[in-house]
């Protein structure tokens, strides 16, 4: 799979469950959580998401001062 597409789906996983841990998406889309890390970066350095705490979440769930990946909405 190639990394724009997974990015996609890792959006898309975000958007469906509301909330998500970087151990899910490695599992669920067969790669390292390492790939997910950078998959993330990614997509926050393309205003896709920001970062909340301890996984990815949508933005309304995220809870101030803490440090996870969330969507960004658009």
């Not at 890792?10 to 841990?21: A, E, F, L, Q, T």
């Not at 350095?45 to 101030?64: F, N, P, S, T, Y």
């Amino acid at each position: 799979m190639l990394a724009a597409e997974r990015q996609s789906r890792i959006v898309d996983v975000i958007r469906k469950k509301g909330s998500v841990h970087v151990d899910e998406l490695a599992k669920e889309l067969s790669v390292s959580p390492m790939t997910i890390r950078r998959d993330l970066v990614k997509l926050q350095q393309d205003d896709r998401i920001e970062r909340c705490h301890g996984g990815a979440m949508a933005k309304h769930r995220c809870r101030g001062g803490l440090s996870n990946w969330v969507l960004r909405p658009h």
